[in-house]
């Protein structure tokens, strides 16, 4: 029989980690984080990044993947009609302010775990045993994701995480800051060049190009061969799945507004494809984030460590860049009245730097924030948020589904889209009050608790004691 790892912790360790592993103060046993050892600078990012991620995922609960960027084919006008300029409005300060950086913050956060997770396990004697630990807490996370995909909602994005930390990051965390950021920038490169400008924007300009061109033939020659068919034919499919047919729109709806069964056996295989193609060809967006999330607590970023000038200037400089880079984007698209190619090109092309200096420059912008000891009251509870990103997620999946599609008010396909952002404004309500409630009584969500027993295959205790531990505030952040 093996003996129970357990070591003097005879060094101070920084309050805080964020669901990892971690022991009381001095004689520490082989268990996960307490909640005295949270650092709520992390916990209020994390809240603030999850709860930001459904700005941009309620168009996909209530109007359908399709529509997620650019909502062209609703069956309420967004861009024309009544409301379009609340409409515009909204759908452009969601590009600017929120797009791609919520989920970078998140990537970048999930990457800072990893080091939380090992430094805390080495400290404390227990060594390389920690990959075990790590193996299997990634290998339920594959599973859970899994499951939120094909029984509640194809958007899952569990699924990548789990798979990042088990295929790559664990190696990368005993590297300097200064290595994970090359490792981090090389990654981030590759996704914007092949993905970004590659996949996304030229192979759909090449498309139309030919297709264009074999239009022209057939208009001068009356004549069509065999390659200039499939051109066509390719460039119609494009611009299908650029603009959805109202066939093709009102089958989804149909689906989606039949029964469960008939709700999530047609976005099944939608989640297979995303799973498979997001593997294969989205690694280079969430890896890149995590990369740069382990450099970036490594040298005291996340957890709010630096001089406020290094947040000032990071503030400035990150949103300096992305918020003009994508407002002029934008505004080019919408101009032009959502034209595919030039869509692509001013914003796709462009995704990923605004992503990440937007990414960061937030982060600092929300640090700064928290230092100032401002809006405490709000800050501590998307802190309570952040210490239960996994249960307000799916909760807001589940209730977002039950909303749109399972329920009975079947509001998906049909609710105006300034509307969605009074959905996503009650959902946000409803994460702020509940977080901090729960965690009066429970050391941790319930998700959180599922999760932490299942990977040290042992019940973790889940009430808090009289006079135990509170609930992290943001003043101990800096």
Not at 119 to 135: C, M
Not at 221 to 245: F, L, M, P
Not at 309 to 334: F, K, N, Q
Not at 396 to 424: A, D, R
Request: aromatic share 14%; hydrophobic share 45%.
């Amino acid at each position: 029989m093996s003996t129970p790892v357990v070591a003097v912790d005879s060094s101070p360790i920084a309050p805080g980690a964020n669901e990892e592993l971690a022991g009381p103060p001095h004689v520490v046993p082989f268990a996960p984080v307490s909640r005295q050892e949270r650092i709520s600078t992390m916990d209020t990012l994390r809240g603030f990044a999850l709860m930001g991620i459904l700005l941009m995922n309620i168009t996909d609960f209530a109007l359908g993947f399709y529509d997620y960027n650019w909502p062209l084919s609703t069956e309420k006008p967004v861009f024309d009609g009544p409301h379009w300029k609340i409409n515009t409005a909204l759908w452009l300060a969601r590009w600017v302010f929120a797009e791609g950086k919520m989920r970078g913050m998140f990537s970048m956060l999930f990457g800072a775990g990893v080091v939380l997770l090992t430094e805390r396990a080495e400290k404390r004697g227990v060594g390389l045993r920690v990959a075990d630990i790590w193996l299997r807490r990634n290998m339920w996370l594959v599973l859970l994701g899994m499951l939120h995909g094909y029984l509640i909602w194809n958007g899952d994005i569990l699924f990548y995480y789990g798979l990042a930390g088990l295929l790559f990051l664990f190696p990368f965390r005993g590297l300097q800051p200064k290595k994970l950021l090359i490792w981090a920038g090389c990654v981030l490169l590759f996704n914007a060049a092949v993905v970004d400008v590659g996949f996304q924007t030229m192979m759909p300009y090449s498309i139309h190009k030919k297709g264009e061109a074999a239009k022209a033939a057939y208009a001068k020659n009356h004549v069509v061969t065999e390659d200039q068919r499939k051109a066509i034919d390719a460039e119609d499919k494009s611009e299908g799945n650029y603009r959805k047919s109202v066939k093709d729109r009102r089958k989804d709806i149909a689906e989606q507004q039949k029964s469960y069964g008939s709700a999530q056996g047609a976005r099944a295989q939608n989640v297979a494809k995303g799973e498979a193609l997001g593997a294969y060809a989205g690694w280079g967006d969430w890896l890149g984030m995590m990369l740069l999330g382990m450099a970036l607590y490594k040298n005291g970023f996340l957890p709010g460590k630096l001089s406020t000038r290094t947040y000032v200037w990071s503030a400035i400089v990150g949103l300096g860049i992305a918020w003009p880079l994508i407002s002029v984007g934008a505004y080019e698209a919408w101009k032009s009245h959502f034209d595919q190619m030039k869509t692509l090109f001013w914003m796709q092309s462009t995704y990923s730097v605004g992503r990440v200096s937007g990414a960061v420059g937030t982060a600092a912008l929300l640090i700064l924030i928290i230092r100032s000891g401002a809006l405490k009251w709000l800050m501590s509870r998307v802190a309570a948020v952040g210490q239960m990103a996994l249960s307000n997620y799916l909760l807001t999946s589940l209730s977002m589904q039950f909303l749109f599609v399972w329920g009975p008010t079947h509001w998906y396909g049909y609710m105006e889209y300034y509307k969605l952002y009074i959905v996503v404004l009650c959902m946000w309500t409803v994460n702020l009050v509940w977080s901090p409630i729960w965690l009066k009584y429970f050391q941790f969500g319930p998700v959180e608790w599922c999760w932490r027993s299942l990977t040290y295959w042992k019940r973790q205790p889940m009430r808090l004691q009289p006079g135990g531990e509170g609930v992290a505030t943001t003043a101990s952040a800096a």
